[in-house]
């Protein structure tokens, strides 16, 4: 594999690319491409995303369909579904302080603080809660689209499906 492009000329490199080869990616490789994409940021560090993939025959071709008949998830070897989790705060979220005070980068008083902070922020976003997990769920896909270039994958964004038929 070729050295790793950096930022700057992924982010100039990067196309949409329409047609694809169909040969597997080596799962070190994809499983190097998630870890990128989860070490995006996100509010309050919620992680509120959930990265689904695509890589069954049968389940492209009805991702295909999804997509109005874009071809894109048939040929290329593999799609990555971003979801938005507005409510993944409401479930246990204890992982997300532990990895905050075992990486060094949150104090006891932080996690107490973030503690308290969540809800009252959370519940204050009233109908735009979907909005922000979007948003942290956007920059984690950027992320990986970023990564993928790095790593010598091309990449397609797609917003061209029906959402219902995506999660069916
Ligand atoms: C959010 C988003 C959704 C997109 N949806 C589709 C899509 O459904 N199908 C497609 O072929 N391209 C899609 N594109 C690709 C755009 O058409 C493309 O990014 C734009 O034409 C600029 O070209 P470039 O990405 O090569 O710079 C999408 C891009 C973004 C950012």
Redesign the pocket.
């Known amino acids: 594999m070729n050295a790793p492009l950096d930022v700057p000329s992924a982010i100039l490199h ?5 047609s694809f080869q169909t040969r597997s990616v080596p799962p070190e490789l994809v499983r190097r491409l998630v870890e990128l994409a989860i070490a995006a940021p996100s509010s309050y560090n919620l992680q509120d995303w959930r990265i689904v993939l695509i890589q069954d025959e049968m389940q492209k071709v009805a991702l295909a369909e999804a ?2 008949g ?1 071809q ?1 998830p048939i040929q290329a070897p593999m799609t990555f579904i971003f979801a938005a989790d507005p409510n993944s705060w409401k479930g246990d979220i204890t992982p997300i302080y532990e990895q905050g005070i075992r990486t060094g980068a949150w104090t006891e008083e932080t996690v107490e603080y973030f503690k308290s902070a969540i809800p009252k922020f959370q519940a204050s976003l009233g109908g735009r809660s979907r909005e922000y997990a979007v948003k942290d769920a ?1 920059i984690a896909a950027t992320h990986m689209v970023l990564a993928a270039e790095s790593l010598g994958l091309s990449t ?6 029906s959402e219902e038929k995506v999660k069916g």
């Open positions: 990067r196309r949409s690319i329409k997509c109005f874009q894109q956007m397609c964004f797609m917003n061209g499906w």
